[in-house]
């Protein structure tokens, strides 16, 4: 049997009326903020990603599902959302059309992890980009939509974390910092670590290796060596979340994976969601546009996990599950009538009502079965005595009450 591939989920019907609901609080809270959605395509030319993102993150280095396509050209299926929509807004000069975009996705993404809980080589993604404002309010807008969303699916269990990376020229200082710091101490570090002295260096903040976490506690840390413009906008989003009382802890060991982020970096973590908690992710890239060959346009970003955040609700119980229901099932009692019945479904159909029958001839005790699994709010008993006189018995199946009614009135009374 041909199984679907490691890392991979389907959605099933029991499960997509959760998501149906998901995607309404995340569209429903878009709304109110402004923002319209952006689709592009599942692949794109490897060099996107390979420019956009940096050629020495844990993505592109080891995580890109990346192929050869028919004409020898290297194409990948996107990784992240945040370098695609640049390249959208480049190509399609958005920033000419208006000064000022803000743009919102749900898209499935792909990353060639090692699968556990909460980490799939098939995941799907929310999040927005808002292109042409370097205003601190905006990040904190970022912020806020996220916690929004988190909250509006009923979860209570979130930590807010906030750093800023500063400039790149403040981000360069530090390295060497850094850099003389880990001088005397990279035999206590992890290989992988050692490994990001040279590449990557401010991501040996991320590593879980216990050494690795014993040598960098005592690390110099980057909100120390702030530019004067970044340590002002780092304050201001401060003072702003603490006056909307949203509740937040600064983490100055937060570097996120990727290369494009400049001063503002956040993640909104879950208490129950096991060893991968981070639900969202997000921060400012105000060079990004540039490096990929557009005018100067600062942006700023977040992008969450829909199936970690699932994950979350469920430990959480933070929603009820959603349930299915149809307006009415026909329970048919003569087999002799099943292309009536059928009839008289299409006729609620075309007038917009939900309403199902039985394709199984099951006998009238499985149909009454069915019905109540579809959650029916009515049955109607279609058949016997009463469809002579073009009447039928119809049960409201919340009170039980059962009446006589025309077929001709049923539109009207269950509408
Ligand atoms: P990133 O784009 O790496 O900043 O990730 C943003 C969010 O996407 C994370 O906080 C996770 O919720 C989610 N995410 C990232 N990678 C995966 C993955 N492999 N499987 C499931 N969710 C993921």
Known sequence: MIKAIKGTKDILPDSIRNWKYFEDVITSVFKIYNYEEIRTPIFEETSLFARGIGEATDIVGKEMYTFEDRSKTSVTLKPEMTASVVRAFIEHYLGKRQPFNKLYYISPMFRQERPQAGRL??????????????????????????????????????????????????????TKVLKDFLKDKENLLSTESKDRIKKNILRIFDSKHKNDIKVMKNAPKLLDYLDSESLEDFEQVKSILKSLKIPFEVDASLVRGLDYYTKLTFEIISGKVGSQSALCGGGRYDLLVEQLGGEPTPGTGFAAGMERILMACENEKSFEIQQSSIKLYIVCLDKNLNANAFSFAQTLRSNNISAEIDYLNRSVKAQMRDANKLNAEYVLFFGGEEYKANNAQLKNMASGEQEIISLDNVLNKIK
Request: glycine content about 12%.
């Open 121 to 174: 080589r098939e995941f799907h993604q929310f999040g927005a980009e808002a292109l042409g404002s370097g205003s601190p309010l905006l990040d904190v807008e970022m912020i806020n939509i996220a916690y929004d969303i988190l909250k509006g699916m009923g979860l209570k269990d979130l930590t807010i974390k906030i750093n800023s990376l500063g400039t790149p020229d403040s981000r360069k200082n530090y």
